[in-house]
RNA sequence: GGAGAGGUGCCGGAGUGGUCGAUCGGGCUUGACUCGAAAUCAAGUGUACCCUUGCGGGUACCGUGGGUUCGAAUCCCACCCUCUCCGCCA
């Protein structure tokens, strides 16, 4: 969430930022909104605060007024006391009311994207950074999607899923199941060759954990929940990452911070369904690796660039065609400033398939986090955080399966055979 | 799940109704001593928010949330968590 103190000071530079995210003059006044109901609090807290002082020397004083026997003088103070104990707590109510009110009203504005992103309605003002120069994989015209080869080699199976949970629940097995493995090992350990470290979280948070990181309140629809137990089933390895450094002040020379994650992804994508959701391109569970970065906030932006960097040198390394688009307001996620997203080509469906998203929040997690670092003057600031797929698998399983198919089987990239075992699957 | 003990600052550990944001020890920072280091000595060392141009000042926070009281780290209630023992169990 955004700080108050910030939308005071760089007021014009939020909202040329928020019309790069389509918001309307309409839904920019809700700025001005947060600002009076701000300076309506810090009246509220000033009063609460010199009322609650007042009681507390006058309280002192009863204290000492007993210690000397006197007992008359004492007994008028309590009553005076106990008179204004009432406007303490109506003024108590008043705060707490207008403070919540600016809390829902911050919840309400996105992250202030950076001065580099693009505006932009959607996914066609996106702008390609980095498009694939070299020819796609040539397929032969009746080449089978991966739903198909899926079956043809039995490497995972929806109907057996449904049977066990429901629709988007995918069963792995045989080499399929063994190929997921292979990826988790070869991204965790390019990750952690990279200087991450490798961190094997719960699958399961509690609601200051959501909130943290910008699940909740809003987005409590996008989760599985375990209501008895007030826990949600993660929707990235962002979440608990990214927490295990809340409420933390880390000193300057410990940044940045680098934590790489296998986990389960549980997502209930109230999306639209059809076509091009098919197979793997769209599941409620699926597997993911990735990386977490805490930064300096005058370096984070060098680390986007070299999370983007390391990234493209994972998809290099198994051989897919990929692209790398900047996302631009329009299309980018309520917590981030700056997304690029990674797609690579699905030979067989003929279309990008998204497969990792690298961002930097900026303060905006931090903030409400309380992630901070203390500088060498021993201030106190709050740290950038970033982080991005490397990578997700279902789609990166598809469009391996998909290019790489051939009469006799499908080749398996070469960085992926100590981890297989096998180098077709045939 | 049952019984007991306990949750205090970076760590250890006092504090059982008043001047306690919190004794003390360790750690850390700075200064003195030293060629330098160790040892020693001295001072400092929480966070958030608010007021103030600045100096400085105020409020809240002792697991969490309520309550009692003029006043709560201290008393009462509920919840959460940790440890020990028993039971169950991968």
Redesign the pocket.
């Known amino acids: 969430m955004l700080?108050?103190?910030r939308i005071r000071e760089e007021k014009k530079a939020i909202i040329r930022g928020l019309r790069k995210r389509n918001w309307t003059s309409e839904q920019i006044k809700i700025l001005d909104e947060i600002l009076h109901t701000?300076?309506e609090?810090?009246?509220l807290?000033?009063q609460?605060?010199?009322l609650?002082?007042?009681?507390?020397?006058?309280?002192?004083?009863?204290?000492?007024l007993?210690?000397q026997g006197k007992r008359e003088e004492?007994e008028q103070?309590?009553?005076k006391?106990?008179a204004q104990?009432e406007d303490v707590r109506q003024l108590e109510e008043r705060f707490e009311e207008v403070k919540n009110r600016l809390e829902s009203l911050l919840y309400t504005v996105p992250n202030c994207p950076h001065r580099s992103v693009p505006a932009g309605r959607g996914a066609e003002d996106n702008k390609i950074v980095r498009d694939w120069k070299k020819p796609f994989p040539a397929l032969p015209h009746d080449a089978l999607a991966h739903w198909d080869l899926a079956k043809k080699y039995d490497l995972f199976d929806f109907e057996l899923g449904v049977k066990l949970t429901g629709a988007g629940f995918p069963v792995y097995r045989g080499k399929g199941a063994k190929l997921q493995r292979a990826l988790i090992q070869f991204f965790l350990e390019e990750n952690i060759k990279a200087g991450y470290e490798e961190i094997l979280p719960p699958h399961l948070v509690n609601e200051d954990t959501a909130r943290g990181t910008g699940q909740l309140p809003d987005k409590e629809g996008q989760m599985y929940v375990c209501e008895r137990d007030g826990l949600y089933l993660i929707p990235t390895a962002e979440v608990p990452v990214t927490n295990l450094l809340r409420d933390a002040?880390v000193s300057e020379s410990e940044l940045p911070i680098c934590y790489t994650a296998y986990t389960p992804c549980f997502r209930r994508e109230a999306g639209a369904w059809g076509a091009h959701v098919r197979g793997l391109n769209r599941v409620h569970q699926f597997d993911k690796v990735e990386i977490v970065r805490i930064e300096h906030p005058q370096r984070s932006y060098k680390a986007l660039l070299e999370m983007v960097r390391h990234v493209q040198r994972l998809l290099n390394k198994l051989e897919l065609p990929y692209r790398i688009v900047l996302l631009c307001g329009g299309d980018m996620g309520f917590t981030s400033a700056k997304t690029f997203d990674f797609e690579v080509w699905s030979g067989a469906q003929q279309r990008w398939l998204e497969v990792s998203s690298v961002s930097n929040f900026e303060t905006f997690q931090s903030y409400r986090l309380?992630l901070?670092y203390?500088d060498a003057e021993?201030k106190?600031h709050l740290t950038h955080t970033l982080n991005g797929s490397a990578l997700a698998l279902p789609r990166i399983v598809a469009a391996l399966l998909e290019n790489n198919q051939t009469p006799e089987g499908i080749r398996i990239p070469k960085v992926l055979h100590k981890y297989t075992g096998f180098k077709m699957i045939s």
């Open positions: 700080q108050v103190k701000d300076d609090r810090r009246r807290q000033k609460l605060d010199d609650l002082a007042e009681n507390k020397r006058l309280s002192a004083q009863i204290g000492q007993m210690a004492a103070l309590k009553s006391v106990t104990k002040i309380q901070r203390r021993g106190i």
